[in-house]
Each structure stands twice: as C-alpha cells, then as structure tokens.
C-alpha cells in the first residue's frame, strides 16, 4: 500500500537509467518559468507584427455557366445545348500562363514581369462544382474587396471573349448551311408549285421533291435554333460576383496560437539547454577537484 502510494506521488518515469520525477519537473517549471514565458511572450510579438506588416487578402468568389450552342443534329438538338468549352477544359486552359492578357494582369494587380502571367494563373481558383455539368466556380484575391471582385470580373470577360471566339466558325458555318437550305427549300417550292398547275403531282420527281421540303423545313428549324440560341446561350454569370468584407489572410487566430506556442517551445528547449549547462559545468568543476 505504501509502495503504491509512494509511486503515486512521485510518478517517476526511467529515462536512460536517469529517474525523473514529477516533484524534478516541477523544480525545473518553478525555475525556468521566467524564461518560457518570455519567449511566449516574444513569440506572441512576433506574430502581432507579423500580421501588421502583411498585407491583408480578400477573396471574390463567381459561378459561371459555360457558352452553350444548339446541336446542328435533329437527332440531339437537346433545348438545353451542348457546352462550348467543358469546365476541365477551360480549368486547364487557364492554368497556362500565356491565356492571360496584359489587361487582365494590370487589372488584377499582378505587375507586369516575366512571370507575372504565371503568378496570377497560380493564385486564382478555379473548380468544377460536383453536378453540375456547366458551370465552374472562380475565386480571385486581392488587396481589398473592389480589387478582388474587378480581377473576378476581368476573368469572367475574358472567358466569355475567349468562348465567343471558339463558337465563331460553328455559328458562321451554320449560318451558311441555313442560306443554302433556305435558298434549296425555295427552289424546291417552286417546282411544287409548277407540278401543282399542270396536274403532275403523282410524279417520282414530285415525291421526292416533297420529301425534300419536309427534310429541308426541320433541318432549317435545327439550324436557326442554332444561331438564335447561341445569342441566348453566351457565357454568364449565375449571380453576382460575391466580395467578402472579411479577410482571408493572414489568419489572425492561426498567426496568434503559432506564435505563442512557438515561442514557448523555444523556451522551454532554451531552458533545457541552460540546466543541461550549467550541470555539465558543475560536473567539470567537481572532476577539477
């Protein structure tokens, strides 16, 4: 029973053939106190400076819905469109440094450098929110709120230019495909219209040219569904682009704990180093003797 006590209130723990008890480590707290909590202190004005000096970072944030063109095929012509630019793609075309013009990086903030382009491609966010198929979110940072929602409005812009720029020949080529079929659709009611008078309208040629009509009528609807829509479709904003009062960085509370505890472990390892002097020079002394 005494023995169980004893070994309560000493709590020793053997290290190396060395018993240290917690009455030692009390001793050694009561006598380098002084020191940790300086070095706590230190490190708490550190980081107070630390988060002085820093420059405070705001974040926007912009969901965008991808340019969308109707299917030139009847077969698919789905009311919703087909995306001109899938999300992935458009992630990994903005992750090359050379997608960004001069413009956008005076308007983001980025000084003009040879790795200016490359900075900003690496600082701003973008992802492909999970189901859904059209959209990705875009997030930019900047000195205050207005800078960092003026780069997300300067990207947006520049991914709906570089999106128009891609649908151009699709909607020019079925632009034309509708002048011929237009132009087709009229001739072939013209000789509808002359078998009509003279009464041939049982005609191989008739049929077919009636066949004609019906295929040239639906594909002329796919097409102008096409071109129309593509005025509707563009690339747009979701919603507002959203600019938060809050700062993103530096994290205060994280910069404050780091920097208290790092500056107590300093003392504490400074501590350890002075008791561990001044036994060592102890121990030299006695050998002296």
Do not use: H
């Not at 060592?280 to 003797?289: I, T």
């Amino acid at each position: 029973m005494n023995q169980n006590r004893s070994n309560f209130v000493e709590n020793e723990v053997r290290r190396d053939g060395v018993e240290i008890s917690l009455i030692d480590i009390l001793c050694f707290l009561k006598g380098t106190y002084k020191i940790i909590l300086t070095l706590g202190a230190t490190g708490l004005v550190i980081a107070t400076a630390y988060l002085a000096v820093t420059p405070k970072q705001y974040e926007a944030v912009a969901q965008i819905a991808m340019a969308q063109v109707g299917a030139t095929n009847s077969g698919n012509n789905s009311p919703l469109g087909i995306n001109i630019e899938e999300p992935p793609l458009l992630i990994s075309r903005l992750s090359s440094p050379a997608s960004f013009p001069s413009m956008v990086l005076g308007i983001c903030g980025v000084d003009e450098g040879p790795n200016s382009a490359a900075m900003l491609s690496k600082s701003i966010k973008l992802m492909s929110p999970k189901g859904v198929a059209n959209v990705i979110e875009l997030k930019t940072f900047g000195k205050s709120p207005e800078a960092a929602s003026s780069c997300a409005q300067a990207i947006f812009e520049l991914i709906k230019a570089t999106q128009a720029q891609i649908v151009a020949p699709y909607i020019a080529d079925a632009k034309m495909r509708l002048d011929d079929d237009i132009e087709r659709l009229s001739k072939a009611k013209e000789l509808v219209a002359k078998a009509d008078k003279l009464g041939s309208t049982a005609g191989v040629s008739y049929l077919l040219t009636r066949d004609e009509i019906r295929f040239l009528l639906d594909e002329i609807a796919v097409l102008k569904n096409v071109v129309i829509g593509n005025q509707i479709r563009v690339t747009r904003l979701i919603a507002p682009i959203y600019a938060s009062d809050t700062p993103t960085a530096p994290k205060k509370w994280l910069a404050l704990v780091a920097g208290l505890f790092g500056g107590l472990f300093l003392g504490l390892i400074l501590a350890l180093a002075c008791k561990s002097w001044i036994k060592l020079k102890a121990d030299g002394q006695e050998q002296r003797r």
